[in-house]
């Protein structure tokens, strides 16, 4: 029984052993596109009908959100090859010509991110965008990690992304799932974390923004 088991374990240890490596997280970029449509039913065919034009670009389509407050106002992300490529589509005349079709009644936001940290395994269907300005990436990290995980998870967020500005670093992107919206919204707007906020040196009033999955 002794040589069964024992042979069992080093046959268990040679499973894990020769189990294949994760692929090293390569950091990537990201474009954030948002704006006000006139009408959503309207707008998402001719989204749907450029994404030729996207892969044409190095676009590939991540997330397409509609605001919780105001579901009119959309928000699309795409990962990108390249930032300059990505700069050219923004201005690109067939963009500007889709989107006066579709109904866009907003003068477009586009901010290109680093995505340095990213959580694809979360699928959640609502989600918050914070993004602010700190003083000090590296000592404002510090405190975001102190305060971990774990500690959103019980407010109800997960960890989906951490993306710092293509053209200023110390614009701090955060991405988090929400699974339960008000645990999310009571933590987020708390006291607590106003204060925890203002020690990682944060810079200005964060923009807090919650999202729905676009269907």
Same mark, same amino acid.
């Given at each position: 029984?002794?040589?069964?088991?024992?042979?069992?374990?080093?046959?268990?240890?040679?499973?894990?052993?020769?189990?294949?490596?994760?692929?090293?997280?390569? #950091?990537?970029?990201?474009?954030?596109?948002?704006?006000? &449509?006139?009408?959503?039913?309207?707008?998402? #065919?001719?989204?749907?009908?450029?994404?030729?034009?996207?892969?044409? $670009?190095?676009?590939?389509?991540?997330?397409?959100?509609?605001? &919780?407050? $105001?579901?009119?106002?959309?928000?699309?992300?795409?990962?990108?090859?390249?930032?300059? &490529?990505?700069?050219?589509?923004?201005?690109?005349?067939?963009?500007?010509?889709?989107?006066?079709?579709?109904?866009?009644?907003?003068?477009?936001?586009?901010?290109?991110?680093?995505?340095?940290?990213? $959580?694809?395994?979360?699928?959640?269907?609502?989600?918050?965008?914070?993004?602010?300005? &700190?003083?000090?990436?590296?000592?404002?990290?510090?405190?975001?990690?102190?305060?971990?995980?774990?500690?959103?998870?019980?407010?109800?967020?997960?960890?989906?992304?951490?993306?710092?500005?293509?053209?200023?670093? $110390?614009?701090?992107?955060?991405?988090?799932?929400?699974?339960?919206?008000?645990?999310?919204?009571?933590?987020?707007?708390?006291?607590?974390?106003?204060?925890?906020?203002?020690?990682?040196?944060?810079?200005?009033?964060?923009?807090?923004?919650?999202?729905?999955?676009?269907?």
């Amino acid at each position: 029984t002794a040589t069964t088991t024992t042979d069992s374990s080093k046959a268990a240890d040679s499973n894990i052993a020769s189990a294949p490596a994760q692929p090293e997280f390569i #950091p990537f970029e990201v474009l954030e596109i948002t704006h006000i &449509v006139a009408d959503y039913a309207k707008w998402k #065919p001719f989204f749907d009908a450029d994404g030729v034009n996207r892969k044409a $670009n190095g676009l590939e389509d991540l997330a397409v959100g509609r605001n &919780v407050d $105001n579901p009119q106002n959309i928000l699309v992300a795409l990962k990108v090859n390249s930032a300059e &490529v990505a700069k050219a589509f923004t201005s690109d005349p067939k963009l500007k010509e889709t989107m006066e079709k579709a109904g866009v009644v907003s003068r477009p936001s586009f901010e290109l991110f680093k995505v340095i940290r990213y $959580n694809p395994a979360s699928k959640e269907k609502q989600w918050v965008i914070i993004t602010h300005k &700190v003083k000090d990436f590296d000592a404002w990290v510090k405190v975001f990690d102190q305060e971990g995980p774990a500690q959103r998870a019980g407010e109800g967020m997960v960890d989906v992304a951490l993306a710092r500005g293509v053209d200023d670093p $110390n614009n701090v992107h955060i991405v988090l799932d929400i699974t339960d919206m008000a645990k999310a919204k009571a933590a987020l707007f708390s006291e607590s974390k106003k204060q925890l906020m203002m020690s990682a040196g944060i810079e200005g009033k964060p923009k807090i923004e919650f999202y729905t999955s676009a269907e």
